[in-house]
Structure formats: C-alpha cells, structure tokens
C-alpha cells in the first residue's frame, strides 16, 4: 500500500489571463528576495548603510543569472545542440536550468563591480550576504520540485516524490533530492550564523564557510541524482566541481584566518559617522521638543512654576530650620545626661 508520498504539480505555470507565472521563476524570486533583505540586516549590524546590499545585488543578480545559465547550458550542451534539438531553448531560462557554480561565479564578479562603485570591501559584503544565500538556495530549489526535475534514484520510502510521464522522465517515485538540498541549505545558513556569532569571523571567511558547508552537501546530493550528466573517472561532472570547490574554500578559510585574523572594524567609510550624526540629531530633537512644550504652556503656567517653586523653597526652609532646631535640642540634653552621669560616678567614689 502506498504511503504518503509527496506529490508533484500537475502544473509549473498557473495563467492569470494572458500573465503567465511560472512556479521556477517565482521560487529564484523569493529566494532573491529573501538573500537581500537578510543580507541587509546582516550588513547593517556590521556598521553599514541600509540599501547597500540591495544597491550592489541590482550588479550581482542578473550577472549569477547569466552564469549560471551558462554553466548549465556548457555543461548539459547536448540538451541544446544534439541533432533533434533547438538551440534557442537555451534561453528558455524558465523551463529550469541553473547551475549553482556558474551563478556564484559570475555574480560575484557583479558584485565586485558594484562594491568598487560603493567602495567597500568585496569580503565584508559577500560575508554579509552569505547564510542570506544559503537561504535562497533552500527556497529556488522548491523550482525543480514545479518542473518534475533533479529527482534521485527510485525508492518506496514514505518522504518519496511521485513523478509523473513526460519528456525524459518516467513516472514512479524517487528520492526528492531539491527536497534534500533544500534543507541542508536551511542547515548550512544556520551553521553560518552560529560561527560567525560564535567566533566572530571576517574578511570572506564567513562566505568561505558557507561555500564549504553547501560543497559538502551537494557532493553526495549529487550522487543520488539520475538525470543526464557527464562524468569523470565514474563520478558526475558536478560531484567533481562541489570537491573541487570545498577544498579551495577550505583553503581560503585558514589562509585567511592566518594572514588577517578577526574582523573589519569598518566595512563601509562614513557610515558609523552618519549614525553618529543621527544619533546627535535625535538628541537635538528631543531637547527642542522640551522647550516647545515649555513655549506651548504660555505665561501663565510659567509664573504658575515660579510661584510653586517660591513655596517649595519656603517650606524646605522651614522644614531645615525645625530640624536644625531638633537636633540642637537632643545635642543639649545629651549633654546635660552626661554632665549627671559622670557627678553621680564622682560622688560614688568619693562616698
């Protein structure tokens, strides 16, 4: 008997009227969306300016678009231009095919552009973005499950994806290898976050984890895959590149951590300067704000105060001069206690 697999949409593409949305382009959306505005946050709590990320990803974006586009389409080239095929489906972005590689690649080099515009350190920014874009990864790979696609090998375990005939594939259930990658995504941004918390890390080295601890999961997410791939020596062309790609990023970590330990005290010029302006501002605001309700009160509540704090002086004046009048008082009949004390002690020793 069957048991509750997870099904695949009948559908990738729901038409609103003659607007298309295409369930692939609205995951890498959200995931762009969810990668900018947790990198803001990031990126502010470092001491930068609110908008930066977003400003230098309008540069990374459409560049990691492109390349990984590219690295699919070199990669998988006889799915474009074998004989049968039509090569204009290679700009076909929205039938899927992104490869991971070629999008960090290429964004990054968006990214730098958009830095040296900013002028402010590739590393700081990309260390800000990065559990950012572990997390949209998590969500763009929820676009393979709309386009039955990047499945594993077949399996009858509970969590199996049921996949229906079509073009290239064979109905049955298999492993749900987006659903494994997904989550191990969830796992990296979050092991990210604790290291950097924990330790305090900088210059890229936060961004070197993450490219780390995503290469250990795609290498054996990639080996239960059983969709059309090169191979080196037995081994997918893409297992290769995550083993390749881990040790680099290793490498960079400890490099890194030897030749410039701890973390930028500043990751954007000017902007600790205008949150000090800000800060004086609001101070400034706050005393205006004092005297305009003073001025609001008008004359006569003015003289009101003064009348009030004439009676508060009268009556503390009294009120210390009683006081001083009491503790004169007890002085004197303490002494006087001790006058008789010591005559009745003289006269015992006389008698």
Same mark, same amino acid.
């Not at 410039?260 to 600790?272: H, K, N, S, T």
């Given at each position: 008997m069957d048991l509750a697999y997870i099904p695949s949409p009948s559908t990738g593409v729901i038409n609103l009227g003659p607007i298309p949305l295409r369930g692939y382009a609205f995951c890498i959306i959200i995931g762009v969306f969810v990668a900018v505005w947790f990198g803001n946050k990031r990126w502010v709590a470092r001491g930068g300016r609110s908008g930066t990320v977003a400003d230098i990803a309008v540069w990374a974006v459409p560049f990691g678009l492109v390349g990984g586009?590219?690295?699919? #389409?070199?990669?998988? +080239?006889? @799915? /474009?231009f074998s004989e049968g095929e039509n090569w204009v489906d290679a700009f076909k972005i929205w039938q899927g095919g992104l490869g991971i590689w070629g999008a960090v690649a290429l964004g990054a080099v968006g990214a730098w552009i958009g830095c040296r515009r900013r002028g402010i350190p590739l590393p700081a920014w990309a260390d800000a973005l990065a559990p950012g874009l572990a997390l949209a990864q998590a969500c763009g790979r929820w676009g393979n499950w709309f386009n039955q696609e990047l499945y594993g090998k077949a399996t009858d375990v509970p969590w199996a994806l049921e996949?229906?005939? *079509?073009?290239?594939?064979?109905?049955?259930? +298999?492993?749900?290898?987006?659903? +494994?990658?997904?989550?191990?995504?969830v796992g990296a941004a979050l092991l990210v976050i604790w290291a950097d918390r924990r330790f305090k890390l900088g210059h890229g080295r936060v961004f070197a984890l993450y490219v780390a601890a995503y290469c250990a999961g795609r290498a054996w997410i990639e /080996?239960?895959?059983?969709?059309?791939?090169?191979?080196? @020596? *037995? @081994?997918?062309?893409? #297992?290769?590149?995550?083993?390749?790609?881990?040790? @680099?990023?290793?490498?960079?970590? #400890?490099?890194?951590?030897?030749?410039?330990? *701890?973390?930028?005290?500043? #990751?954007?010029?000017?902007?600790?300067?205008?949150?000090?302006?800000?800060?004086?501002?609001?101070k400034t605001g706050d005393a205006e704000g004092v005297e305009a309700a003073k001025d609001d009160a008008g004359p006569g509540s003015a003289e009101d105060s003064k009348k009030d704090a004439a009676v508060k002086s009268d009556t503390d004046s009294t009120t210390d001069a009683d006081s001083t009048s009491d503790a004169e008082s007890k002085s004197a009949e303490a002494a006087v206690t001790t006058l008789e004390k010591n005559d009745t002690a003289e006269a015992a020793k006389n008698g």
């Open positions: 586009r590219l690295y699919h #389409v070199i990669t998988d +080239y006889q @799915l /474009y996949i229906s005939e *079509g073009p290239n594939r064979v109905a049955g259930t +298999y492993h749900p290898t987006f659903l +494994y990658e997904s989550l191990w995504c /080996y239960m895959r059983v969709d059309e791939a090169h191979h080196i @020596l *037995g @081994l997918r062309l893409n #297992v290769w590149t995550a083993l390749i790609v881990f040790v @680099l990023a290793v490498a960079y970590f #400890v490099i890194s951590a030897k030749l410039r330990p *701890g973390r930028e005290e500043i #990751v954007e010029p000017g902007a600790a300067e205008e949150a000090a302006e800000a800060a004086e501002a609001a």
